[in-house]
């Protein structure tokens, strides 16, 4: 069996070296272990140090195309390089490499597609207090839309089966954490959490530049994700506002004309009931054609699937 972990990385030619020998090349019930770093248009000595330290593969994008494409990259690579098992983990040497046998153990029992590494933040006393709360806000968000008890959404030390691998399709362009998720849950995929270790940062997260910048970032995220697998649940509950909306403005309207028999003093509330209810109504015609459109889409993912296996 072959384990390759993947490593994406971006000006982490401090810490990438460490990433790399801290990682067990020798676990029960793995015959090989693999290290690929998937180097983000790093401007710094990155690939230089990540080859001394032994990574077996290096892939490098010409610029930053973000943690997103970069994660993606290194998850088909290692499909394609024909690793039946998959970990991630991050360059900047907070997760501890000589864990990955915990996450690996859920799979070898059989109980899972996914683990995921949870790092216990309310138990960290080195993470600022704006984060803890993101984090705490988009698991939150993630647990509502996948169904699944998640405790930690954002954690970055992951593994995959080969056969969870090959179902990602991940189209996001900033992070991937709650996207997988999403689609995890929604392809059936089973998950499991275990507790790691979660060190401090040395420097600045190149990720989180600002809090905000990342939230918008991961709430549009989410809801792509949930509206592309759930159309018509999203788009009826637009077009039922919509239509209530205008049903509500238009109370008064009707109110005068059976009391006056006249619309016209209230001309502009009727035009904004007609417009309303009419948008409402098409909001549940687009939400039935985009379920038409989400089959297609299924059968291309099975195809997709078909083809990485």
Same mark, same amino acid.
């Given at each position: 069996m072959k384990l390759i972990v993947t490593i994406p990385a971006y000006n982490e030619e401090r810490s990438i070296g460490d990433v790399i020998q801290e990682i067990p090349r020798t676990i029960d019930g793995i015959d090989r272990v693999e290290v690929l770093v998937i180097n983000d248009g790093s401007t710094d000595n990155t690939v230089e140090v990540a080859r001394k330290a032994s990574a077996d593969h290096i892939i490098s994008h010409k610029? #930053?195309?973000? &943690?997103?494409?970069?994660?993606?990259?290194?998850?088909?690579?290692?499909?394609?390089?024909?690793?039946?098992?998959?970990?991630?983990?991050?360059?900047?040497?907070?997760?501890?490499?000589?864990e990955i046998p915990n996450l690996l153990q859920p799979i070898f029992d059989g109980k899972a597609d996914i683990v995921i590494g949870d790092r216990q933040i309310d138990t960290l006393d080195h993470m600022p207090r704006g984060k803890v709360w993101g984090n705490k806000l988009a698991t939150w968000v993630t647990r509502r839309v996948t169904g699944w008890p998640i405790r930690d959404a954002q954690t970055g030390f992951r593994a995959f089966t080969r056969d969870a691998a090959c179902r990602m399709n991940l189209t996001g362009d900033y992070t991937y954490v709650q996207e997988t998720?999403?689609?995890?849950? #929604?392809?059936? &995929?089973?998950?499991?959490?275990?507790p790691v270790e979660f060190r401090k940062r040395d420097g600045k997260s190149r990720l989180i530049a600002s809090l905000f910048g990342y939230a918008t970032s991961a709430g549009k995220t989410i809801a792509r994700s949930f509206r592309d697998y759930h159309p018509i649940r999203v788009f009826t509950w637009i077009g039922i506002?919509?239509?209530?909306?205008?049903?509500?403005?238009?109370?008064?309207?009707l109110l005068h004309y059976f009391e006056t028999g006249m619309v016209t003093p209230h001309l502009p509330s009727a035009v904004l009931t007609t417009v309303l209810v009419i948008v409402g109504l098409q909001a549940?015609?687009?939400?039935?054609?985009?379920?038409?459109?989400?089959?297609?889409?299924?059968?291309?993912?099975?195809?997709?699937?078909?083809l990485k296996r």
């Amino acid at each position: 069996m072959k384990l390759i972990v993947t490593i994406p990385a971006y000006n982490e030619e401090r810490s990438i070296g460490d990433v790399i020998q801290e990682i067990p090349r020798t676990i029960d019930g793995i015959d090989r272990v693999e290290v690929l770093v998937i180097n983000d248009g790093s401007t710094d000595n990155t690939v230089e140090v990540a080859r001394k330290a032994s990574a077996d593969h290096i892939i490098s994008h010409k610029r #930053n195309l973000g &943690l997103a494409k970069t994660f993606r990259d290194g998850l088909n690579a290692a499909v394609e390089l024909g690793a039946d098992i998959i970990v991630n983990t991050d360059a900047d040497f907070q997760y501890n490499g000589t864990e990955i046998p915990n996450l690996l153990q859920p799979i070898f029992d059989g109980k899972a597609d996914i683990v995921i590494g949870d790092r216990q933040i309310d138990t960290l006393d080195h993470m600022p207090r704006g984060k803890v709360w993101g984090n705490k806000l988009a698991t939150w968000v993630t647990r509502r839309v996948t169904g699944w008890p998640i405790r930690d959404a954002q954690t970055g030390f992951r593994a995959f089966t080969r056969d969870a691998a090959c179902r990602m399709n991940l189209t996001g362009d900033y992070t991937y954490v709650q996207e997988t998720l999403i689609q995890a849950a #929604n392809k059936n &995929l089973t998950l499991v959490q275990v507790p790691v270790e979660f060190r401090k940062r040395d420097g600045k997260s190149r990720l989180i530049a600002s809090l905000f910048g990342y939230a918008t970032s991961a709430g549009k995220t989410i809801a792509r994700s949930f509206r592309d697998y759930h159309p018509i649940r999203v788009f009826t509950w637009i077009g039922i506002f919509l239509i209530l909306a205008g049903l509500v403005v238009g109370f008064g309207v009707l109110l005068h004309y059976f009391e006056t028999g006249m619309v016209t003093p209230h001309l502009p509330s009727a035009v904004l009931t007609t417009v309303l209810v009419i948008v409402g109504l098409q909001a549940i015609v687009f939400g039935l054609l985009a379920d038409m459109m989400k089959t297609q889409r299924v059968l291309a993912e099975e195809i997709l699937y078909r083809l990485k296996r």
